[in-house]
């Protein structure tokens, strides 16, 4: 007999091997960029890694959030940041800061842009 737990933990490994490399655009990304250093670089600094706040990016970044999909990291900065006025962002620009986070990560830009329908199916696997 498997016992739910088992079948909760199989099927947790399933989804996340699904999950592939996100797509975004590098119009975005360069949007990204320009609002990024407006709203978030005076916390998490110039390089994403230098600031007082978390670090979004380098391989500590990645190892935090290698378990998790994009959309999960979308939900809690779209409803934290910027701290001062959480969740005051168009969704656009949340998308275009993610896709900054991204591409400053190391993840290739491609053809398709980010959507927030499709955020579940990436991973911050490369």
């Known amino acids: 007999m498997i016992k739910r737990s088992s079948v909760l933990i199989l099927l947790g490994l399933a989804s996340s091997a699904l999950a592939k490399p996100p797509a975004f655009t590098k119009a975005q990304a360069d949007a990204g960029a320009k609002v990024y250093k407006a709203q978030c670089a005076s ?13 979004l990016a ?12 994009v959309d ?13 006025k959480p969740g005051a962002l168009k969704e656009s620009e949340y998308l275009s800061v993610l896709a900054y986070v991204l591409q400053t990560n190391g993840f290739k830009p491609g053809t398709t842009a980010l959507a927030t329908k499709n955020l579940k199916a990436y991973s911050f696997k490369k």
């Open 43 to 55: 916390c998490h600094g110039a390089k994403l890694n230098n600031g007082g706040a978390p670090k």
């Open 58 to 69: 380098g391989p500590d970044f990645l190892k935090k959030w290698a378990s998790n999909t």
């Open 72 to 84: 999960d990291f979308h939900f809690i900065m779209s409803s934290t940041m910027p701290m001062t």
